[in-house]
């Protein structure tokens, strides 16, 4: 099966612009999941979809952080405006019901 | 709430040694867990899961876990390192989702860095 496919691979911005990430999961993967990877630390939950739903978003920071996915297949990550401390690597990842979960091979984001 | 321990940050073994990295989880229910390799530059791959059936549970690249409850460890081992086999490892808890169908979040832990020297 094809993986989870995300873009762009690299991204450097300025503070304060607004930057945004996209991913295609896994056909018929229900469950999507964005997760930071922060140099040096495991990865962290930002946020959760089931279908087009969100299933959890607790650690979003959605003063700045924002994520969709209209249609319940792909999605998008936005960050605006982007802080010195959003750099990290992002990634996305799906599930389905008691089988894989997959990540794809992120995004690397450095604000400067 | 759930959280993972992996002991040690860096692991410096020879090849042909063996591998042996540790994790503790912390759960409130009954975990499905996995060990994860991420290389360089690269997304994580996943290594083996456990997810309430047998509780040795063998991997890619001869990577085994055992799930011990009464320890709540998940320790990853491999019985000959390969200079391949450097990267860094993740251990990982999920919750099974409500209906047991389907996975929750992952909580990972900080990962351990494996050196392999020749």
């Known amino acids: 099966e094809a993986g989870v496919a995300q ?10 612009q607004s930057v945004a990430f996209w991913c295609n999961p896994i056909s018929g993967h229900a469950t999507l999941y964005w ?3 922060i140099l040096g630390q495991g990865p962290k939950l930002l946020i959760q979809f089931q279908n087009n739903g969100v299933v959890d ?3 979003l920071p959605k003063d700045r952080f924002s994520a969709e996915r ?6 998008t990550l936005k960050i605006q405006p982007a802080k010195l401390e959003d750099s990290a690597v992002y990634l996305c990842a799906s599930s389905s019901p008691g089988g894989s979960y997959t990540f794809g091979s992120g995004t690397r984001l450095t604000v400067v | 709430a759930q959280s993972v321990t992996q002991l040690g940050s860096h692991v410096s073994v020879s090849e042909g040694a063996l591998v042996l990295l540790r994790c503790n989880y912390s759960s409130s229910v009954p975990p499905y867990l996995f060990w994860y390799v991420q290389y360089p530059n690269q997304g994580l ?3 083996l899961k456990y997810t309430s059936a047998a509780t ?4 890619i690249n001869d990577f085994e876990a055992e ?4 320890e709540t460890s998940f320790h990853l081992t491999k019985p000959s390192a390969h200079m391949s086999d450097a990267a860094e490892y993740f251990c990982a808890v999920s919750d099974v989702m409500a209906g047991g169908t389907s996975y929750g979040k992952l909580t990972f832990g900080q990962g351990t860095i494996l050196t392999v020297h020749p």
Do not use: H, N, T
Not at chain 1, 70 to 75: A, N, P
């Open chain 2, 45 to 47: 791959q996943l290594l």
């Open chain 1, 35 to 37: 997760y930071q990877q």
């Open chain 2, 56 to 59: 040795l549970v063998k991997g």
């Open chain 2, 67 to 70: 799930f011990k409850k009464s």
């Open chain 1, 7 to 16: 873009s762009p691979r690299y991204k450097i911005i300025e503070k304060r």
């Open chain 1, 70 to 75: 209209l249609k319940g297949v792909d999605s």
């Open chain 1, 57 to 59: 978003d607790s650690q």
